[in-house]
Structures are given as C-alpha cells and as structure tokens.
C-alpha cells in the first residue's frame, strides 16, 4: 500500500527495522526461499524480536524514486521480468506449518497460470528498487499470500498502466507525456511472459474490489496503517479508483 509510513520504518546502514506482524515468520520463511532459489532482489531476513522484524536494505533507488523510472518502457518490462522471476521461484515454496498470512489466500482456477504462486501483494513500483531504469527489487513483503499470479498481475498494472488519468499520470506518476495504456498494458504483459490481455481489466477491477476488503480486514483487525487510513475515509479513495476503471475501459482495452 502506498502511504507515507517511513516513520515506522527505520533504516542503518544496511539494515532495516519494521513492525512484524503474526504474519511475519512465515514472510520470513518465503524470503529465505526466494534467496535460496537464486533471487537476489528480496531482502534478506535478520530476524524478529517481539513486535520488530530486522531486514537487510535491498540496494537501489526505492519509494518516490521509482516513478519517472517506471515510466519508461525498459522500466516496465524489468519490473514484469522481476516479477515473474519472484512467481516462479515461490512455487516450490512449502509454507511452514501453521503458516499466518496478513491478508486471506485466494484460490486459483483450473488450469490457472498460478498454481503454487505465492503473491508480493504490494507490487506497485514504490515497492521495487530501482538501478537506472531497471527494477532490480523488491521488498516490503508483508501483505504476501497465496494466490493467482494474474491477481497480482493486475495489481501491478493498475500502477504500470496506470488505471489513472493523465492528469495524476503526468503529476504523479512520473510521466511527461499522456501514457499509451494499451501499449503499456501489452508490454507488461509479454515481458511477464502472458499469452494475452483477455479479461485483464476485468481483473484489474477485481483486484481493485480485493484491495478495498483486504484493507477493511486489516483495519478492523486494528492493523496500522490501515486502521488509520479507513479512519480517515481511503476506503472512498478506493472505490472511486474503481469508478474510474470502470468508466474508463476505453483507454485501457
Ligand atoms: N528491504 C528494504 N530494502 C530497501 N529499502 C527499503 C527496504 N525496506 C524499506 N525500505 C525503504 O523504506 C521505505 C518504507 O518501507 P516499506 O515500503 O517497507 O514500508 P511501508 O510502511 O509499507 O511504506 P509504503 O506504504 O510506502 O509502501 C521504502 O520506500 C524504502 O525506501
Ligand atoms: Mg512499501
């Protein structure tokens, strides 16, 4: 989730401090699995001491830093290629026993591109580090669940397309120019290795739809920052981001 929470956060040096959740020993499990399988873009796990995870800093440009990058086309196609990687090394993960996730696990279909993938949940560029334009990262792994990988797919196109307009997409998205949607959508797609974008603002819709009941879950469970932010009334923001989707197909398919 994109909000302004580096106050919970701090970072020394190459080690990062955090709030660790229920969820957080199985988050760490998932990371040393990834590094294990080869990925070096995920932060090392350090350890958990009460109520604070310890991470290793994953080296890069990261947070507001990502935008003008993403925005380029090399940007966008790294980050799908960093994602796919991510998928496809978390299908031979076996959660720990007793596995605790933040968010609930969603079932994938039959014949789903997605069997065994354990989701980031939070894949939106601000996410990813960055080296020049390639997205090399990618960290701040506690919204991690099972599920289909097009779910997570679509999250990330709802930033990388962006399903925003051209106003917020110049403001504050790091684009000069109006973004060619489509084009974006198709880069993205064939760089994850997709067959085709059939059904995919759809999914875009729906993972919208997710967001809003994932982040009413947490909030009623007294989760920050998600507590706060329902407080404060995101849960409209979320909901017109769907209006907006929905009112706006033409751009996007
Ligand atoms: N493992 C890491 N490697 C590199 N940078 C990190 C790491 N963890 C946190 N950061 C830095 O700290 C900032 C906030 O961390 P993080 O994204 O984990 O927290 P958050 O509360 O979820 O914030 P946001 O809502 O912006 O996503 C990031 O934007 C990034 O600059
Ligand atoms: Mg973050």
């Known amino acids: 989730m994109n909000g302004a929470a580096e106050s919970r ?22 990371l040393r699995h990834l590094m294990a399988a080869g990925l070096s873009g995920v932060p090392e796990p350090l350890g958990i001491d009460n109520d604070v995870e310890r991470l290793r800093l994953v080296p890069g440009a990261a947070g507001s830093q990502c935008w003008p990058r993403q925005a380029t086309e090399h940007g966008l196609r790294s980050a799908a290629r960093l994602l796919r990687a991510v998928h496809d090394a978390s299908q031979t993960f076996v959660p720990p ?4 996730w933040s968010v609930a696990e969603v079932a994938g279909s039959e014949g789903s591109v997605s069997k065994g993938t ?14 020049g334009n390639t997205a090399t990262g990618l960290f701040d ?20 397309a962006p399903f925003r307009s051209d106003t917020e ?3 504050w998205l790091g684009f000069r120019n109006p973004p060619d949607r489509r084009r974006r959508i198709a880069a993205f797609v064939e760089a994850y290795g997709l067959d085709c974008v059939t059904g995919l603002v759809d999914a875009v819709i729906a993972r919208q739809l997710q967001t809003i009941e994932q982040t009413r879950s947490l909030a009623e469970r007294g989760v920050q920052p998600q507590r706060d932010w329902v407080a404060s009334g995101h849960l409209d923001e979320l909901r017109a981001r769907v209006r907006w989707s929905e009112a706006n197909r033409a751009l996007v398919e």
């Open 118 to 131: 354990i989701c980031h949940g939070d894949p939106g560029p601000w996410n990813m580090t960055w080296h």
């Open 169 to 171: 997409a110049i403001r």
């Open 141 to 160: 792994w506690d919204f991690a669940h099972p599920a289909p990988a097009i779910d997570e797919v679509a999250y990330a196109l709802e930033y990388f």
């Open 9 to 30: 956060v701090v970072i020394e040096g190459s080690v990062v401090t955090r709030p660790a959740g229920p969820w957080t020993p199985t988050v760490h499990a998932l």
């Open 97 to 100: 026993d007793g596995a605790v």
